[in-house]
């Protein structure tokens, strides 16, 4: 049986951690009977509390009747220090213990000179044999002020329809099929060693994009034949989403705040309508218009794709709709110009690397940040930075100047970090790239910081 041990969200005083085991023995989670020993019997976390026990606390998922399965739970553990390290401990009776970092969030945000707030920011990740090691190699370089006290991993942490040509195909694949090859492509992906490092280095906040369904969901996809049919959509979507509430069960819409700082992490993927005429519930739209319009300091909204990006038009129809096709997109960047703070924007998606300011006035500005890819599924499929594109028109509001920060050439795989440090009543924010194959074409660079009010 292999183990896995994630550290999810946290607080300021409490942590949650996902516990998975994969194999074949199935296991009832209401069953009376003890713990089968195979799988994992408690979990501990480095306080003077005694091991959590997990025996009749378990979920599954199974492939097939006796075929492969994974057991999974959440734990959260409560009445913690803010702004600590905490080494969590997976115990297992015929197996070492293993063991993942989680940190609390800080009650305020640090101010300059004292270690800042960072968060890493990473998207696309395609397993391949090299990726898994090279990215082990870019997490060990990171020096140790710079380790994050959380990770937003923004969409495609699997390829759910790669590679392309095992799915476009004279007939659909049948519907076990379609359940085993998913299944098997978040085992490989969670089991990596690559991306466990990277899952087991502080707490992680998913958001999905279209690979965690398919190329353009909820709307067909040139390459997959499965698609093409309304029956199959929905054969596939309920695969896929149920592996997505297994492994990465990210709600909609997530807010929390760090001192001024206030982030909230959106769900642009999974309750889009095919008609385009949303990209969230209309219930997650109202709650982000009022977060916006409550800030009291700036705001960090994550994002699935870009906020600053043109309509993709026709060509929507064969590769991936865009925030800017969809109607509901009005309400957003309505509510991001009248905002009285500033928002950075992060996002991934695109395979390319681009920082960009849009000035709405001489103290509010949007900064989008994008961090893409980690691991690129193809060579060919890298992108060089477009322009960033302010699509959507708002009344009253002439369009806003922008600029280019940076695209850190050579187009890479790469990850992200931003410190935020409190500096008067602003906060500022200093933007880190950090290439998985460093080079002295390629090496690390950090742009000027940002003053966000």
Not at 26 to 35: A, C, E, F
């Amino acid at each position: 049986m292999t183990l896995m041990l994630v550290p999810h969200e946290v607080t300021d005083d409490a942590a949650t951690v996902w516990v998975g085991a994969l194999g074949h023995a199935p296991l009832s989670s209401t069953s009376p009977s003890p713990p089968t020993p195979t799988l994992p019997t408690a979990l501990s976390i480095d306080t003077d509390a005694p091991p959590v026990p997990l025996h009749g606390r378990w979920q599954r998922f199974e492939v097939e009747p006796g075929g492969p399965t994974l057991h999974y739970l959440r734990h959260t553990f409560t009445g913690l220090e803010p702004a600590t390290d905490y080494r969590v401990t997976l115990h297992d009776d015929t197996a070492s213990p293993l063991t993942a970092r989680t940190r609390t969030l800080p009650r305020r945000l640090p101010h300059r000179g004292e270690p800042a707030f960072t968060v890493l920011l990473g998207s696309c990740y395609y397993l391949q044999g090299a990726s898994s090691r090279a990215l082990q190699t870019a997490i060990k370089r990171l020096p140790a002020e710079r380790l994050p006290d959380l990770k937003i991993l923004c969409g495609d942490q699997v390829y759910l329809d790669a590679p392309a040509r095992a799915f476009l195909q004279p007939y659909p694949l049948g519907d076990q099929e379609l359940r085993t090859r998913f299944f098997e492509t978040y085992r490989r992906t969670w089991t990596d060693p690559g991306f466990a490092s990277l899952l087991a280095l502080g707490p992680n906040y998913f958001t999905p994009d279209d690979h965690e369904l398919w190329n353009n969901a909820p709307n067909p996809c040139a390459f997959a034949t499965n698609t093409w049919t309304e029956r199959g959509r929905k054969q596939w979507m309920a695969h896929a989403r149920a592996l997505f509430d297994a492994f990465q069960a990210a709600p909609p819409l997530r807010i929390f705040d760090v001192g001024p700082l206030s982030f909230a992490v959106v769900d642009t993927r999974m309750h889009r309508a095919a008609d385009r005429s949303r990209f969230v519930s209309e219930d997650t739209m109202k709650r982000l218009r009022a977060w916006i319009r409550a800030l009291e300091g700036p705001g960090v909204l994550v994002l699935g794709q870009p906020l600053l990006d043109a309509r993709a038009g026709l060509l929507g129809n064969v590769v991936d709709w865009h925030l800017a096709d969809y109607a509901q997109m009005q309400d957003l960047v309505r509510a991001i110009a009248a905002s009285q703070h500033s928002v950075v924007v992060l996002s991934g998606d695109v395979h390319f690397s681009r920082v960009t300011t849009v000035h709405l006035s001489p103290q509010v500005k949007v900064v989008e940040v994008i961090s893409s890819p980690m691991s690129l599924v193809k060579p060919g499929y890298r992108q060089v930075a477009s322009d960033p594109v302010w699509a959507i028109p708002v009344p009253g509001l002439s369009a806003p100047t922008m600029t280019l920060d940076h695209t850190f050439l050579p187009p890479s795989d790469h990850f992200k970090t931003l410190d935020f440090t409190a500096e008067g009543k602003s906060v500022e924010m200093t933007v880190r790239y950090w290439p998985i194959e460093e080079s002295p074409v390629n090496p690390p660079r950090t742009l000027p910081p940002y003053r966000l009010w």
